[in-house]
């Protein structure tokens, strides 16, 4: 009877596996596949030479599109694994139609927003499943609201952009972001994002007042949709985890016109103790204006 059950239960389990498990015949028919069920999930059209690189169709662009933002170059040597195609949306329900396609066609896929991750986990996928590179480079629209003291930025631009943006429309506000200006502010906030203005203003994640995110159904939610537990968790939570990021509303900070920033160097032979002990760290002489 035992080994009944037990054979009963193998049957099973290998018929599910084979129901659920798509073996693709080729990257090229996989590659169709998905085009077909993109337009099949979206009324926004997208040109394929502008969206769409594979080695199949052309390697040079793709190895280029590849490599554009990998920032950690080795994981972009021949013996990492590949995206099968990489796909760039030119619109934000391209990508809610990208999370379905890849339910349906049983691909795993990565989402690079700017490709500063030095794991690589935005463009390289170890799973033994095939997976495809959803690049949101090209959603890097920014809208600043000084009279409302926000901006709406979508996950594409990068720090340097949304600052320069700022900066465009007024020089006595600020995001409380990195120094480094090719970071994509995607996965900037989705790790925390500390930066010069840390100390009076906190992480990027903290001046966040909203969020649109792509779930795992393909669904655009916003942080009213999404609730409080998914929105606190996206801020500082890692890319990736939780959904695709699309943009994100951030809180404007007011600063100064002019800001002096220095560096103190220490030495060990120059005994530079107060860095370690807590103690010793001089922030409650600090004044207010300090910034770090």
């Known amino acids: 009877m035992g ?3 037990a054979l009963y239960a193998f049957s099973f389990l290998a018929l599910y596996f084979s129901f659920c498990t798509i073996t693709p015949t080729s990257s090229t028919s996989l590659q169709d596949d998905f085009i077909n069920c993109l337009h099949e999930n979206t009324n926004v059209d997208f040109p394929l030479l502008e969206t769409f690189f594979s080695p199949e169709r052309n390697v040079s662009i793709y190895k280029e599109v590849l490599e554009s933002t990998a920032h950690n170059l080795r994981y972009v040597t021949e013996s990492m694994p590949k995206p099968g195609f990489i796909f760039k949306p030119v619109h ?19 989402v690079r927003s700017g490709g500063h991750d030095y794991e690589g986990l935005s463009f390289v996928s170890l799973m033994e499943t095939p997976f495809i590179l959803i690049d949101l480079s090209n959603l890097r629209q920014i809208n600043v609201d000084i009279e409302d003291n926000s901006a709406w930025v979508q996950s594409g631009a990068t720090i340097g952009e949304l600052y320069y943006r700022i900066a465009e429309k007024s020089k006595l506000h600020g995001f409380p972001a990195g120094l480094c200006s090719t970071v994509g502010i995607g996965g900037h906030i989705t790790g925390g994002g500390d930066g010069t203005l840390l ?11 909203d969020a649109k995110i792509v779930n795992a159904d393909g669904k655009l939610l916003n942080r009213a949709a999404m609730g409080e537990d998914l929105f606190w968790a996206i801020r500082g939570g890692g890319g990736g985890s939780f959904g695709v990021i699309l943009a994100w509303k951030l809180k404007l900070v007011p600063v100064p016109e002019t ?13 530079p103790r107060f860095f370690l002990s807590g103690k010793e760290l001089p922030t409650s002489s600090l004044k207010t204006s300090s910034y770090e």
Request: charged content about 20%; aromatic content about 4%.
């Open 3 to 5: 080994k009944s059950k």
């Open 92 to 110: 934000e329900s391209h990508v809610q139609a990208s999370v379905i396609c890849s339910n349906q066609l049983g691909l795993h896929h990565r």
């Open 199 to 209: 100390r009076k203003y906190g992480l990027a994640a903290d001046n966040v007042l």
């Open 259 to 271: 800001l002096t920033m220095f560096t103190v160097t220490k030495t060990l032979t120059q005994k």
